[in-house]
């Protein structure tokens, strides 16, 4: 499973923050750009441009023993701001200087799961339902000085989130089920612009589907005899692939951003750039030549980020040549 949880987790953090890194970037100030799934009443009130549903359908072989597990990911926006400590008091500022690190105000995000699991297939002509409900919530984390005093505070708040994850299982004919998952958020809204309603909405979501007594059929590349099936398959804001190794068909992955069946993570990468439309030795060496105060800023801007500048700048010089290309055979999709 390690390279289905690869996939899963690049999906996951796609576009979380991007080159540059910092927060001063033109290019993060429009963040939670894949896989949305918005309040009902906002998707409504802005004729549905935002969807509130993600649904996803795909078709297994099996028989009377096969079972389903559909599990659920996405990320939830949680906004931290700085605040400096003045007596019994909080002051919140945009940033903040302690202990000679720097502090910014921006949003992070928490993963969530939910997960429906061991369902026979046999057993899911009526929905399998498992509700989404996670209450709002704050922490506090202390920021001291040189001398050990409190200073300042990271505060980070998330608001409450509602909705569902609904799976069942229609025959097709014998052997054959359609499998559908369709994820709902039913949080209420209460009339808020875009950028707040992020904080209420499923960021980044995908679905991994897992079969046990049973196997997944391709929907990029259906054999003849299951292609109608397969054609009749209705996704919406979403397309599932196979993951694995190659030839596995065991799980998939229903990804926001169009994949191929099998997708693999270059096993050169040295780690998660939340950048997969670019080539990771560009964006490391482009790291690498950062400015004092741009790093600063980078560290300061996100703990992800900061985790991207310490890994590229500890790269040996033969992991950097091992960036630097190869070849790999490819396997063609027949017509």
Known sequence: MDAVRKIAEAVLYEGYVLWPYRRSAIKNQKRWTFGGVYPRAYSEATSGDDPWLMQTQCLVLGDAGTTVEVKVRFLQVVERKVARVRGEALEFVDELQIGGERHLSWDEAYEREVVVGGCRVFDLPSPVRAGIDIPGGRTEEPLADLDGEIAGVLARRWRSLRGSVEVEAEPLRAGVFRITATIANTTPWAGE??????????????????????????????????????????????????????????????????????????????????????????????????TDEEKEEMRASDPRAREILERCESLSPEELMKLHGTIREFRMLRE
């Not at 196997?215 to 009749?232: C, H, K, W, Y």
């Not at 229903?254 to 693999?264: E, H, R, V």
């Not at 950048?275 to 950062?290: A, H, P, S, V």
């Open 193 to 290: 612009d875009r950028e707040s309603t992020l904080k209420q909405t499923f960021v980044s979501t995908h679905t991994v589907l897992e079969v046990e007594g049973g196997e997944f059929v391709s929907l990029t590349d259906a054999p003849e005899e299951l292609r109608e099936f397969a054609q009749g398959c209705e996704n919406v804001k979403t397309w599932p692939v196979l993951v694995g190794e190659e030839g596995e068909r065991n799980v998939m992955l229903s990804s926001p951003i169009i994949l191929y069946d099998y997708p693999q993570v270059a096993p050169e990468s040295p780690g998660d750039l939340f950048d997969g439309t670019e080539i990771d030795q560009l964006l490391i060496m482009n790291i690498l030549t950062l």
